[in-house]
């Protein structure tokens, strides 16, 4: 079946502008990640989604972060106000619910740059 | 907190030479440890996995050990092939709560013919 997408591929905007990255998990899977992937920091988690519980956003890195998963699928993280040290590539994860030894599935990234 | 802790790259090689990279972790319990490798232009992928002290996750020839008494998670190949350069992370997922991953920086490794 089709794996975890991501959209787009890469984004270039500048520093000031919000941006919006789109995830598609695997259809079923309730777990949904985002990570961020820079140079500085390497993969640092930034929130989850699990269902329709509240999300764990104890990753976010500042308020001008957030994420919202709409009817239990797909997931959009908006970065407000960009600024150059959010240059990263934002990764996506899912994986099915429940127990288990917690495999999660990767997108390919979207990877953003501001200027 | 929670951490893995890799070796420095890059790790150069000749081909059909013996790999070790390198993991340990620092863990409330007992978490479950995986590797994951990130090829050139491409996502992360599992690469295996192991569950509990002394299971031995496995797959493409590569190999590593979850070692509870010296918190490490190893990862050994016998020969590497030129398509083995990649990036390879350690990295550690508590057994409860939201079980996010917390990856190690990452070891690049550069196979030549």
């Known amino acids: 079946g089709a794996g975890v997408s991501q959209s787009p591929s890469n984004k270039v905007t500048e520093k000031g502008k919000d941006v919006e990255l789109r995830c598609d998990p695997i259809?079923?899977?309730?777990?949904l990640y985002w990570y961020r992937q820079s140079l500085g920091q390497g993969l640092e988690f930034l929130i989850y989604?699990?269902?329709?519980?509240?999300?764990?956003k104890s990753g976010l890195p500042s308020d001008r972060f957030s994420a919202e998963r709409t009817g239990g699928s797909v997931s959009t993280l908006t970065i407000q106000r960009t600024q150059q040290e959010d240059s990263a590539v934002y990764l996506c994860a899912s994986r099915p619910g429940g127990g288990g030894a917690n495999e999660q599935f990767f997108g390919p990234g979207t990877r953003l740059t501001v200027l | 907190g929670d951490s893995v802790t890799q070796m420095e790259g890059p790790v150069t090689l000749s081909e059909e030479a013996f790999l070790t990279i390198n993991c340990t972790y620092t863990?409330?319990?007992?978490?479950?440890l995986f590797w994951y490798v990130q090829y050139p232009g491409e996502g992360l992928q599992l690469l295996l996995k192991?569950?509990?002290?002394?299971d031995k996750g496995s797959n493409k020839g590569f190999e590593a050990t979850y070692r509870k008494e010296t918190t490490s998670f190893h990862l050994e190949k016998g020969s590497v092939q030129v398509s083995d350069s990649a990036v390879y992370f350690c990295?550690?997922?508590?057994?409860?709560?939201?079980?996010?991953?917390?990856f190690g920086t990452g070891t690049r490794l550069l196979v030549s013919p």
């Open positions: 192991a569950t509990k002290a002394d």
């Open positions: 259809s079923g899977h309730t777990a």
């Open positions: 863990a409330t319990g007992y978490p479950s």
């Open positions: 989604f699990q269902g329709n519980s509240a999300p764990d």
């Open positions: 990295a550690l997922s508590p057994r409860s709560g939201f079980q996010k991953l917390v």
